[in-house]
């Protein structure tokens, strides 16, 4: 059990920030599930806290639920199919554009999905709707449209098909999303075109040169920085000439060097064959480091 925790740990700290933001979403998943079973009245009550309402006069009392509602899950398959599809489009997404960008199109898409949620459960009233929307499908939309609509032609291989092209898969998902729109979830089906409207909205500002995701990468920054920070001291600092061992530096250099030339090489085979194709010494050893 040890084991699996410590290769958890690892994989968390190695791991990007699609593979970071799955762990989050599946632990704040377990915290609902045990809420759940030890508390109904109160898992009630946290879920009507988090998830978006249907209702804009609800939605104005508690604003937040526009972003708290894309990173929880209360259905374990739900979960499970939007994690796969988020490390499926997460990863893709990191190819060509930066981790702040990736957070940044999660959290914006998840908003414009649940404004058009809103805007379907009050405009478009015969269509059968839930009280509230939870869950990550209209952000992980967001990510899969913007990768599709700025490299349409990837080439994905999928067992026992063959090769498909990125937009074929964003198009069975859209398609799917408007078939099931007057059956089954019109609100989730609603949102998931909103995450995708913004995805391909996204794309076309970058390519003006408008990154839209910049404000709130600015805004984010200063909180975590804000957080971050560390207090200042009343006491000046006073500084001292010391005379530096060259020597001893020199080796630092050289042992520093070889350990993090020995972490590439580690991470190299991670991206290649997976973290599973690692040895025990080398994954002992990337958690040293990692500390």
């Known amino acids: 059990m040890s084991s699996i925790l410590e290769d958890l740990k690892l994989q968390y700290r190695v791991g990007d920030l699609t593979t970071k933001l799955i762990f989050w979403e599946v632990f704040l998943f377990l915290i609902l599930t045990v809420i759940s079973v030890f508390s ?15 209702s804009w006069q609800e939605m104005i009392v508690k604003p937040w639920t526009l ?11 739900h979960l499970l199919f939007n994690m796969l599809m ?5 990863r893709l997404f990191a190819t060509f554009f930066t981790q702040k960008q990736f957070i940044g199109l999660y959290i ?24 509230s929307l939870i869950g990550a499908s209209a952000s992980v939309m967001a990510i ?23 937009w074929h898969i964003a198009l069975v998902f859209l398609l799917l999303d408007l078939i099931q729109l007057p059956v ?18 996204y794309i076309k ?17 200063r909180i975590v920085t804000l957080f971050s920070s560390r207090k200042s001291t009343p006491f000046k600092r006073v500084h001292k ?27 190299d085979k991670i991206s290649q064959s997976g973290y599973d194709s690692l040895t025990k010494e080398e994954k002992e050893f990337l958690f040293k480091a990692g500390k």
């Open 40 to 54: 109904p009245s109160i898992f009630e009550r946290f879920v009507g806290y988090i998830a978006l309402p249907g």
């Open 67 to 77: 972003i708290t509602y894309s990173f929880f899950h209360i259905r374990f398959f």
């Open 86 to 90: 988020l490390m499926f489009a997460g």
């Open 108 to 131: 914006l898409g998840g908003i414009l999905g649940g404004i058009v949620f809103l805007l379907g459960y009050q405009f478009l009233p015969s269509l059968r709707y839930g009280e």
């Open 144 to 166: 899969l449209v913007a990768t599709t609509v700025y490299q349409p032609d990837y080439s994905i291989r999928i067992g026992f098909i063959g090769n498909v092209k990125l």
């Open 184 to 201: 089954d979830n019109s609100g989730g089906h609603m949102a998931h075109f909103g995450g995708a409207l913004f995805g391909y909205i």
């Open 205 to 221: 500002a970058l390519k003006s040169g408008i990154d839209l995701t910049s404000g709130l990468n600015v805004a984010l920054d």
């Open 241 to 267: 000439n010391v005379k530096v061992d060259t020597a001893k530096t020199t080796s630092r250099v050289v042992t520093k060097d070889k350990t993090q030339q020995q972490i590439d090489e580690i991470l």
